[in-house]
């Protein structure tokens, strides 16, 4: 937890004017790192045992201290590490690493020693334990475990894990990746991801974050700061590990078996613009990309190759992402045409010809005027390898790719086929005037799509009248005996909710056929039960009854067979364009879960389904719509009429409603199918369940 005194201590340990190591020889080479760095504040170290250590002296206890250490990394064991914690405390140390493993990631005694830890630690801004610390490339402190290889940088990257070892990996990557800080968190046993985020939005030379996800602690708080996060404009990017279904233990409807603890945090990411990878790779490239080219205004990408393989690579890697490539204006292919020869075509992407490879002057009018209409990015495709540079022309490729974005004020940024034929001097060189240099193709057009996918939601969620509906409430517990509702009643209290249902009569068996002739035939006939809650798995169902003899005969089956003594009546709905599944679980992490999906009986068949975290905005359902391949046909597939779509967001909205109206009584809902009507004819709730307590 975060207290206002532990914030201050945290910042302190992040901008150290004097750091502590505490622990034997193995810290040798990751404190000579720090003096070798450039870090100009104090160095203390402690170690009973021998008197000096990268030639400073050694201080037998953190008592005997000169002055407050505003960082310690203490890389003793468990039970020394406890016994230190008080003693920091009561001198009124800022923040403190504990490297010692044996907590609550082991069983026996490990859990009661970290609640100890935690104890001792009082104000302290704890990190892990179980962790290999804190890489701080800013200020050139080492306070990790092994020393790391990163280079001092001014402004960059935070970078959050919960691995000790991808953490450590990552500050000796070779891919000038701008690391501001890299945080091993460990156990969080007293701080977690949110919290290191919450510390560093608001400073402005940490430009994103990239996290290293197991799990989180709290989902509500750490929404409440990616918010923050989205707001300020500096991008969360997330490799998220672990993915697992949680459909076994919330398997009393169809609506759990497609929402399971992965499509939850991909809820979780998409709602708050969160940019998921899949590899650590696409991570650094991520990371490299906002931070020296930054967010992109739009989609609009101009592609400079010298190739006409890799033009269509550029086409085809920016097809996921959803990229534009304008094609060049009547103006434009006339001004470009002027420094191309006859038989070559004026596209994007431009394939450039080797006739003007490694010439600066025309290739610089040609980027210009391809960045001057139409652009939201400039990006190159080309080898940098710096054994061959003087004889590829890369340099003044790059160098005219550079000075076209700056004459146009559009971003641009390079990247080459494999990741080895890139020249990290050219690297260090350009990265500082603002083009970046990806190392990869896919990894590349990976990273520029899901930033401009970051952009646009920021966009959407700023130009909102509120945004207090984005972050995830806190999850409280449902009171015990939790029940069904019979589909009447169900259906009933979402009608008060704007669902529409049918105009149905809930009767005894004995008045099914008085009821059918007062709706009118042909009917439907539904056992009405709260314990018979799949009524097709049972034979609950007759469809299509055209007279009350029919009527008769099917409800005396059911009860003969079920034993039931009510029934639903109601009108046989119209044939559909689509039928939908609309659904809310309830996850103790992630609080109510929407999901709208194609339905009807083969509803897990097809596990075409979109989740949705509530609360919920209109326009974010009808997206999510939108990304569902049953959204085909609601758009009218192969001349049927088209779906209406306006009706079914309403739909969605109504059960939201619902939902959040007894978010401390609702167990799960679940409508399937709701019949889409053709449009302007509207939606129909043809089945409910609702559990509540």
């Known amino acids: 937890m975060l207290t206002e005194i532990r914030r201050k201590n945290l910042q302190r340990a992040l901008n150290p004017r004097s750091v502590c190591y505490v622990g034997g020889s193995f810290l040798e080479m990751t404190i000579r790192g720090t003096l070798e760095s450039g870090f100009d504040g104090d160095v203390w170290l402690v170690n009973p045992k021998t008197d000096e250590m990268a030639g400073l002296p050694c201080f037998k206890s953190v008592d005997d201290l000169p002055g407050v250490p505003d960082a310690t990394f203490i890389g003793v064991n468990r039970t020394v590490t406890n016994a230190t914690l008080p003693r920091l405390n009561a001198m009124g140390a800022g923040g403190v690493i504990c490297y010692a493993a044996g907590y609550s990631e082991i069983g026996g005694d490990g859990p009661e020693l970290e609640e100890d830890l935690k104890a001792s630690a009082g104000d302290l801004a704890l990190v892990g334990p179980n962790c290999y610390g804190i890489a701080n490339q800013l200020h050139g402190v080492s306070l990790m475990a092994l020393p790391s290889d990163g280079l001092r940088v001014k402004r960059g990257c935070a970078f959050i894990g919960q691995s000790g070892s991808l953490c450590h990996a990552v500050t000796r990557n070779a891919r000038s990746a701008p690391l501001a800080y890299v945080i091993s968190c460990g156990n969080q046993a ?201 004889n590829l022309g890369t340099r003044e490729a790059l160098e005219a790719l550079r000075d076209a974005g700056k004459a146009t004020g559009v971003p641009v940024a390079q990247t080459n086929h494999f990741s080895e034929n890139s020249s990290a001097a050219d690297r260090e060189a350009l990265h500082a005037t603002g083009l970046t240099m990806m190392q990869g193709m896919r990894e590349g057009m990976g990273a520029i799509g899901k930033t401009c996918t970051f952009g646009e939601r920021q966009q959407t969620v700023m130009a909102r009248d509120s945004r207090d509906d984005l972050a995830i409430p806190a999850v409280s517990p449902l009171p015990d005996g939790v029940h069904a509702l019979d589909e009447w009643a169900g259906k009933q209290a979402l009608k008060a909710h704007g669902l529409p249902v049918p105009d149905g009569r809930a009767v005894a068996v004995g008045d099914a056929a008085l009821a059918a002739d007062e709706i009118g035939f042909p009917v439907t006939l539904k056992v009405l039960s709260d314990t018979i809650l799949h009524k097709t798995d049972v034979s609950g169902v007759a469809l299509n009854l055209a007279d009350a003899a029919s009527v008769e005969a099917a409800a005396t089956d059911m009860v003969s067979r079920l034993g039931i003594d009510r029934v639903l009546v109601e009108p046989m709905a119209p044939k559909p364009v689509a039928e939908l599944i609309i659904g809310v679980t309830r996850s103790e992490q992630f609080g109510q879960v929407l999901v709208v999906g194609a339905g009807g009986v083969l509803v897990e068949l097809y596990k075409d389904a979109e989740c949705l975290l509530l609360p919920v905005h209109e326009d974010d359902v009808r997206a999510a719509i939108g990304r569902l391949k049953i959204a085909r046909l609601l758009g009218g597939f192969r001349g049927a009429p088209r779906g209406d779509l306006d009706a079914l967001v309403a739909a969605v909205i109504a059960v939201a409603r619902y939902a959040t109206d007894h978010r401390d009584t609702l167990a799960e809902l679940e409508i399937n199918p709701l019949f889409v009507l053709p449009e302007g004819e509207g939606v129909v709730a043809v089945d409910a369940l609702i559990r509540e307590a």
């Not at 608001?202 to 602690?217: H, K, M, N, Q």
Request: hydrophobic share 40%.
């Open 190 to 390: 007293v701080l977690d991801i949110a919290d290191y985020i919450d510390v560093l939005i608001d400073d402005p030379v940490i430009t994103c974050f990239a996290l290293f996800v197991e799990g989180l602690p709290d989902i509500p708080r750490f929404s409440r700061i990616a918010l923050r996060a989205l707001e300020a404009g500096k991008p969360i990017i997330a490799l998220k590990s672990g993915v697992s279904d949680l459909g076994a233990s919330m398997a009393m409807s169809h609506t759990a078996s497609l929402a399971g603890d992965d499509e939850h945090y991909q809820a979780l990411f998409d709602r708050l613009g969160i940019i998921r990878v899949t590899t650590p790779v696409e991570l650094l490239e991520t990371a490299k990309f906002v931070t020296h080219t930054g967010v992109p205004a739009g989609r609009r990408l101009k592609g400079f190759t010298c190739s006409g393989g890799d033009n269509e690579m550029i086409a085809d890697l920016s097809a996921p992402y959803g990229l534009e490539l304008p094609q060049p204006t009547e103006i434009q292919r006339a001004a470009m045409q002027e420094h191309m020869q006859l038989y070559t075509s004026i596209s994007n992407p431009l394939d450039f010809n080797t006739t003007n490879w490694g010439n600066y002057d025309v290739l610089l009018k040609l980027f210009t005027e391809a960045l001057s209409e139409n652009a939201d990015l400039g990006l190159l495709v080309i080898e940098s390898s710096q054994a061959h540079e003087e």
